[in-house]
């Protein structure tokens, strides 16, 4: 056993879940499961007794839902903690909620079928979001108003996020105004997921966000985000771009993977391109962003202060892939300086 381990916390009803859980994390000395909350009204006596470092939560609890528990420990405690979720558009939904809350990452509740790939997956989220950063305050907003804030739509704008991202994302797209350049985006998250970002999304959001399908040509006010366990890449047909989405083999451990989005772009040597980097564990993205620049977009790089996880931008900051390096309030704003019209005032 480490003399330092990570101390986790188990919450959840299931006593069926809470032993897979630990049957899992066992076989990493470097994590300890410090204790397991059946009840999550006991959680809060339980945070003081057994002080731990990252939580795991199931999302369906009963008398406190998951969403209850993060409204209850964010703002006092913020512990990392990873939100524990069957794989369907309910929860879904409620994932997304927690993610808003500050939940740091989320995991589908283990399949006997593929426990050692689920298994490794979480131990590595573990990791990672011991470190992470509970990003609870509200960020300004940049003025937004269609007048004297006009991008041009023959621009195409390419993003790629990870741990952390739903929420970056939804920051930067509720900051641009309704006539934009199409925008792009792999973020990393399950099928069915995906569509729930995408809905959520096109509810706040003065354009359409949908989750892409294979043949879907590129338009102006529109967003695109990849559907989970899909590759998306783009096409230049006679007329257009057009997307292509196909069960290709991983890259980087995803699917969709942001390397794989961005070469795409890159072999297209568009002339009105950006690319942009947010918050995300590992470095996909990183190698694609580079292939970017080298064909003459504009790059953006989140900032570490505002990262959840400062990953993915690190490395493509190593790779000197980025021309600017930005906090998630200023990156709309960077992207309206980049690609204002000449009448924009």
Request: hydrophobic share 40%; charged share 20%; glycine share 6%.
């Amino acid at each position: 056993m480490n003399d330092n381990p990570i101390r986790l916390l188990i919450v959840d009803d299931s006593p069926t879940i809470r032993l897979q859980l630990k049957n899992i994390l066992s076989k990493n000395s470097n994590i300890l499961v410090v204790g397991e909350v059946e009840d999550p009204r006991q959680l809060e006596n339980q945070i003081k007794l057994l002080r731990p470092d990252v939580i795991t939560l199931d999302i369906n609890m009963p008398h406190l839902s998951g969403i209850d528990v993060l409204k209850l420990i964010i703002p006092q405690y913020k512990i990392p903690t990873i939100v524990v979720s069957a794989l369907n558009m309910e929860e879904g939904s409620l994932v997304l909620e927690a993610l808003e809350l500050g939940a740091v990452d989320f995991f589908h509740k283990p399949n006997f079928a593929n426990l050692e790939s689920e298994g490794k997956n979480l131990i590595d989220k573990i990791f990672q979001v011991k470190s992470a950063k509970i990003l609870s305050r509200k960020f300004k907003s940049i003025q937004n108003t269609d007048s004297g804030f006009q991008i041009d739509d023959n621009y195409l704008i390419a993003i790629g996020s990870s741990t952390g991202g739903t929420e970056a994302l939804k920051h930067i797209l509720q900051q641009l105004p309704s006539q934009i350049p199409p925008i792009v985006v792999v973020q990393h998250i399950p099928e069915i997921f995906s569509k729930a970002l995408a809905d959520r999304l096109n509810s706040i959001c003065p354009f359409e966000v949908i989750e892409a399908k294979n043949g879907d040509i590129i338009e102006k006010n529109k967003v695109y985000i990849a559907p989970g366990n899909m590759q998306m890449k783009l096409i230049q047909n006679k007329y257009s771009l057009q997307i292509k989405i196909e069960q290709s083999p991983t890259v980087n451990g995803h699917r969709p993977s942001v390397d794989v989005l961005f070469g795409s772009i890159a072999e297209l040597n568009l002339n009105k391109t950006i690319g942009i980097i947010l918050t995300g564990m590992g470095n996909d993205g990183a190698k694609g962003l580079k292939k970017l620049k080298e064909s003459g977009a504009k790059t953006i790089a989140q900032n570490e202060e505002t990262c959840v996880v400062f990953g993915m931008p690190k490395e493509a900051i190593k790779l000197n892939a980025v021309d600017y390096v930005e906090p998630i309030e200023n990156i709309a704003n960077k992207i309206y300086n980049l690609a204002k019209t000449n009448n924009s005032i």
